[in-house]
């Protein structure tokens, strides 16, 4: 079955980088655009970033442009997202989303599967 498996959260200081890694099976990725989304205590879940599978276009929440990249390797089912300069307001659970196709999006309703989610903690 599907399954997507985030990994690489933790606790960093403000201005520092962590790399969030999703581990995709059950299914070929070639074929899905990806993303990744967040969710902070007491909010609604937020699109952060996608990457399309058709030419790997990529979009991002205007908050982290500049600071996350997103990036695909379909030949190991992995998804990434490089994190810099991480601010306390990057805080929150982040989730790695298959979506039903191939383009972007950062839609949560356009996506059909989830991961578990990795904590990510930005504080001094």
């Known amino acids: 079955q599907v399954q997507l498996v985030e990994s690489g959260g933790g606790l960093v200081q403000p201005g520092g980088s962590l790399r969030l890694s999703c581990a995709a099976s059950?299914?070929?990725?070639?074929?899905?655009?990806m993303a990744w989304f967040r969710q902070a205590p007491g909010k609604q879940r937020e699109g952060v970033s996608c990457i399309s599978a058709n030419d790997g276009s990529t979009y991002y929440k205007t908050s982290v442009k500049g600071r996350f990249t997103i990036s695909r390797n379909n030949a190991r089912n992995r998804v990434y997202l490089q994190m810099n300069n991480l601010q306390p307001e990057d805080t929150a659970v982040y989730y790695c989303?298959?979506?039903?196709?191939?383009?972007?999006?950062?839609?949560?309703?356009?996506?059909?599967?989830w991961g578990q989610g990795t904590q990510v903690t930005v504080s001094s």
């Open positions: 059950g299914f070929t990725l070639d074929y899905y655009a």
């Open positions: 989303g298959r979506r039903r196709g191939y383009f972007c999006s950062l839609q949560s309703d356009d996506y059909d599967s």
